[in-house]
């Protein structure tokens, strides 16, 4: 075999492996499903990149202020 066979070898066998963990670490990654909101529920807690490379937290905002969430769809 050449040096390039080997090389290709070597890389299918890596890709297998993270394949192979991937495919076992995942089911411990799982978080519990989240229960299906209702009307008048309070929205849960959860952070987003803003537009000035930093985050907002919604919680933050707790008892200060209305939050609007609008979530543009961009131009197609």
Do not use: W
């Amino acid at each position: 075999m050449t040096s390039t066979h080997h090389l290709r070898d070597s890389q299918l066998r890596l890709f297998l492996l993270i394949i192979l963990f991937s495919a076992l670490l995942f089911p411990a990654c799982e978080k519990k499903p989240m229960k299906e909101p209702h009307v008048g529920d309070p929205a849960p807690n959860f952070t987003l990149p803003n537009a000035l490379s930093g985050t907002v937290t919604l919680s933050d905002y707790k008892n200060n202020q209305p939050v609007l969430l609008y979530f543009h769809m961009g131009v197609g």
